[in-house]
């Protein structure tokens, strides 16, 4: 088993496996239960899970998605522009005529995917409030009084 450092107990993982839960998120449906939906629109997660009833807007995924999404589809498409160019060194409309149009379809085919697999990875591991504990940071440590 990996070691995690938190202060959530060792046994507690064993019942939120994260290869199920970032494949369910990966499909857009629930960490948990794998049934319900992840989103109501085409971003915007579900505060609960209509078919289990896990609550979902602890999820934390800021920038992470579009950064993971560009780091993606950017290696898919300059891989692919280059091979095209050295093999085949097509005018410059061809290229902007293939790679344009795919990294859009791309980019927007893989966002959602990848937002839900950071939501089932959060979920898994107990982050932001998936564990039954706020994000509220821990109280400043106060100075020792001088005696």
Same mark, same amino acid.
């Given at each position: 088993m990996d070691k995690f450092y938190t202060n959530v107990p060792a046994d507690t993982f064993n019942d939120r496996p994260w290869p199920k839960a970032v494949m369910n998120g990966i499909r857009c449906t629930c960490p948990r239960c794998g049934t319900g939906k992840l989103y109501e629109s085409y971003l915007k997660v579900v505060p609960v899970c209509?078919?289990?009833?896990?609550?979902?807007?602890?999820?934390?995924?800021?920038d992470a998605p579009p950064y993971f999404t560009m780091f993606i589809v950017g290696h898919?498409?300059? $891989? =692919? &522009?280059?091979? /095209?160019?050295?093999? +085949?060194?097509?005018?410059t409309w061809v290229h902007l005529v293939i790679w344009l149009p795919l990294t859009l379809?791309?980019?927007?085919?893989?966002?959602?995917?990848?937002? $839900? =697999? &950071?939501?089932? /990875?959060?979920?898994? +591991?107990?982050?932001?409030?998936?564990?039954?504990?706020?994000?509220?940071?821990?109280?400043?440590?106060?100075?020792?009084?001088q005696a």
């Open positions: 209509q078919t289990c009833g896990e609550e979902l807007h602890h999820q934390r995924a800021d898919i498409i300059i $891989g =692919g &522009l280059l091979v /095209l160019e050295q093999t +085949l060194a097509p005018a379809f791309l980019s927007l085919w893989l966002l959602p995917k990848v937002k $839900g =697999g &950071l939501v089932g /990875l959060q979920w898994a +591991l107990r982050m932001h409030g998936f564990g039954g504990e706020t994000d509220e940071p821990d109280p400043e440590p106060q100075p020792a009084s």
